[in-house]
Structure formats: structure tokens, C-alpha cells
């Protein structure tokens, strides 16, 4: 597949319309919550967060923890109010990442940090994570607390990972693995796992939500990774080649050093490592992934992660909410379709 076929697509699929039906009620209760939750007397707070949160995300890891207590039959609160904190956690984690890779655009818009400058956006980042480990609190659940803390926890570990993989051009897959699975795999593993906690669904179905939740997020962050060179801004709500620009070692970049020439090793090396980029050389990279089939062969390291994603779902009852879930992995895939 060639980079034509990752630009061309600019219309959502329409699988994630089931996802969003299905949980829209719920959904509803659920951002009037982050709405009162990012509210703040200090006038700064409410304000930057209401720039990420009104931004146009698609609040797709509050939907699955939604949706698996919808499948579990769930009765209560608790999923609201734990979705209300996934979706915190992660919006905190944006505010920092940012900073952290001093990006300029997020989800179509001026990074918060461009606006109102970098220490404001790491401070309402940590207050919004203070929200959401108050809103835990009141779940009343302490292996839902476990879950999510946890998932705090690697993705700043995932962050601090980057930052030692980031520039280095001899990082591996595992290396990489690691990266995304802290930073991203991670948070959507504990918005499926909570749900079955709080219904006491046993081990078996937390694991299996859990691992669906985790492969979901492989794949959703190898997309990712293979948009930043081949997608288009409308898609990724950044700037394309972000990652090239700031020295980040993706799977794409991984591939094509494996498969290069000894003269295109030193072009990734003098880009990635040295910082020495210049005019045309994010065409020819975009060019050399191409060419050695690292853009394609991410994108299917993407589809083997969602069907492992789907398979995770076996051990559930067939239903509305289960059918919604197998179309989101599908989404997932289809933003390089």
C-alpha cells in the first residue's frame, strides 16, 4: 500500500456510528460530568481545558468502558463517572505530551501550550488528573482505583521511555513496543478492564477486556505512526510529519532502517538523530518508506492487532454492544484505508 491510498480517505467510517449510538446516553451524562468536573474558581483551569475537551476529540476510550458496562449489563453510575476519568486521564496526558515534543497543533487547533504557554499546560494537565482520581474515589471501587492508577503510572513511564528512545536511531521493535504500550495501549486496556470489575464479572471477563482493550490500542497508535507519513492534517489533527520533525523512532522508521542502503540509514540518522533536516528531506522519507514497504507493512502489523483484538471478544455474549466494538477496531483500521 502506498502513501496515495493513506491520503486519500478524509470522511470518518461509518463504523463507529454503532459505538456511538449505542453509548449516547450515557455519553451524554458523561461529558455533562467533564464539563462541572473541569470547572475551577481559578479562571486559567477551566479555560484551557475547555479548549481541549470542546476541541472535536473522539472520546473513544470513555465509549468502551461505556459500552462493556452496557454488556455486562451494568447497573449504577460507577461506569459514568469511570469514564469521565478515562477521559481526563487522557486529556491530561495530551496537555503534557505537547510540552514534552512541543507541538504546535492538537486535534485541528493551536496546541494549548502555543496559547497560554507550556507551564499553564502542564499545571491544568495535573489538576485535570487530580479530578479524575477524585472522581474514582467516589466509585467506591478500590481495584478500579488500582486499575486506573496504574495506567497513570506507565504512561508517564511510556513518556519517559520516549524520551530516551526518541533521536536514537538503533531503537528496536521491542524497544518501540514498549513506548506505545505505556503511552497509549495501556490507558485503553484499563477503560475496557474497569467495567467488568465494577460488575464483578470475575477474572476471566476483566482479562479478556483487558487484552481487547490493549491490542485495540497497538493497533490504533501503529495507524497513527503510519498517518504521520502518509495521512493528511484533516486526519491526525497535527501537522504531518510531526514525528519525523521531532525525532521520534516509529515503527515505519524502524522498518525502512532495516531494509535501507547504507546512504539511506545515514539520511534517517541525519534527520532523526542529528536534527539536521532540511528542505524536501520529509518527501524523500516519506519517499524511502514507501519504497521499502515500511508504511504498508505497519499498517499491517495494524490489522494483525485488531484481529487479535476481535478474537478477545469471543469469550462474550453476541449483542449490540459486542457487534459495536468489533466496528470501532474496524474504524481504528480504516483511517489508512
Known sequence: MGVVGLQSQTAKPAGIQGLVEL???????????????????????????????????????????????????????????????????????????????????RRGKLAARKLW?????????????????????DVRSLEALRILSEASAIIAEGEVLQLGAAQDTTTTYDMYLRVIEAKTAA????????????????????????????????????????????????DL?????????????????????????????????????DGDIKDGDLDHAIKLLNDTGALADTVQRARDYGASAIDALSVFPDGPAKQALKEAVDFCIARVS
Not at 117 to 137: I, T, W
Open 117 to 137: 504557554g507550556n507551564q499553564a499546560s502542564v499545571l491544568v494537565g495535573d489538576y485535570l488528573l487530580g479530578q479524575a482520581f477524585k472522581m474514582m474515589v
Open 23 to 105: 453509548v449516547s446516553g450515557d455519553m451524554e451524562k458523561v461529558n455533562e460530568l467533564i464539563l462541572s468536573k473541569a470547572g475551577s474558581n481559578v479562571e486559567l483551569i477551566p479555560e484551557i481545558a475547555r479548549h481541549l475537551i470542546d476541541s472535536g476529540g473522539k472520546r473513544l476510550r470513555p465509549m468502551l468502558t461505556l459500552a462493556f458496562a452496557q454488556m455486562f449489563g451494568y447497573e449504577g453510575e460507577g461506569h459514568v463517572i469511570l469514564a469521565a476519568s478515562v477521559e481526563f486521564m487522557h486529556t491530561a496526558t495530551l496537555l503534557h505530551d505537547d510540552v514534552v515534543d512541543e507541538s504546535d497543533m
Open 237 to 273: 489533527g497535527k501537522d504531518v510529519g510531526d514525528d519525523f520533525h521531532e525525532g521520534k523512532i516509529t515503527l515505519p522508521v524502524i522498518y525502512a532502517m532495516e531494509r535501507g542502503s547504507d546512504e539511506d540509514k545515514a539520511f534517517w540518522k541525519r534527520c532523526l538523530e
Open 187 to 234: 490507558l485503553f486496556a484499563a477503560a475496557c478492564e474497569v467495567s467488568p470489575e465494577i460488575a464483578d464479572k470475575g477474572d476471566e471477563m476483566r482479562a479478556a477486556a483487558r487484552k481487547f482493550g490493549l491490542e485495540l490500542g497497538y493497533a490504533f497508535q501503529l495507524v497513527d505512526d503510519a498517518l504521520d507519513y502518509g495521512g493528511a492534517t484533516v
